[in-house]
């Protein structure tokens, strides 16, 4: 009986290895799983990162070019480049014939004239109003205040 006892012990053994290695093989899959899944969470957050920086340097060009295109800011571009507003437009239709009455544009109005530039201040002078003595002597009596003339 000794003998009986040993061979199912000895038959049990292959299958107590096999049970063993599907158990690791299990637990190591799992384990590079978990890494990979991992890593990939860790990219999304980075592409999510980077995504957030692209929409807001679009947004930022968007103010740009909804605020350059504005209707005041083209004709003020316009006019600094010294473009006018179109004359009566023309259209050519299919067939060949003219509709409407081409008229050229109004012609720029001139430059407004350059005002004279102001008098420049030595360093630490104060501008004081000069008065001309022989002025102030015609038009104002003994004792009057020379700001007001009285």
């Given at each position: 009986?000794?003998?009986?006892?040993?061979?199912?012990?000895?038959?049990?053994?292959?299958?107590?290895?096999?049970?063993?290695?599907?158990?690791?093989?299990?637990?190591?899959?799992?384990?590079?799983?978990?890494?990979?899944?991992?890593?990939?969470?860790?990219?999304l957050?980075?592409?999510?990162?980077?995504?957030q920086?692209?929409?807001?340097?679009?947004?930022?060009?968007?103010?740009?070019?909804d605020?350059?295109?504005?209707?005041g800011?083209?004709?003020?571009?316009?006019h600094?480049?010294?473009?006018?507003?179109?004359?009566?437009?023309?259209?050519?239709r299919?067939n060949?014939?003219?509709?409407?009455?081409?008229?050229?544009?109004?012609?720029?109005?001139?430059?407004?004239?350059?005002?004279?530039p102001?008098?420049?201040?030595?360093?630490?002078?104060?501008?004081?109003?000069?008065?001309?003595?022989?002025?102030?002597a015609?038009?104002?009596?003994?004792?009057?205040?020379?700001?007001?003339?009285?």
């Amino acid at each position: 009986m000794l003998s009986g006892g040993r061979d199912r012990r000895a038959a049990r053994a292959p299958f107590v290895l096999l049970v063993v290695a599907l158990l690791a093989t299990g637990l190591i899959s799992l384990l590079l799983l978990n890494a990979s899944v991992n890593q990939g969470a860790f990219q999304l957050s980075k592409y999510k990162k980077q995504t957030q920086q692209y929409t807001d340097e679009e947004q930022a060009l968007q103010q740009d070019v909804d605020r350059d295109s504005a209707p005041g800011e083209l004709a003020s571009k316009a006019h600094r480049l010294g473009m006018v507003p179109g004359g009566n437009p023309a259209f050519l239709r299919p067939n060949g014939t003219v509709r409407g009455v081409p008229g050229e544009a109004p012609a720029p109005p001139p430059p407004p004239p350059a005002a004279a530039p102001a008098p420049s201040l030595a360093p630490g002078s104060t501008a004081l109003p000069t008065i001309d003595p022989s002025t102030q002597a015609r038009t104002s009596g003994a004792g009057a205040s020379p700001t007001t003339g009285r």
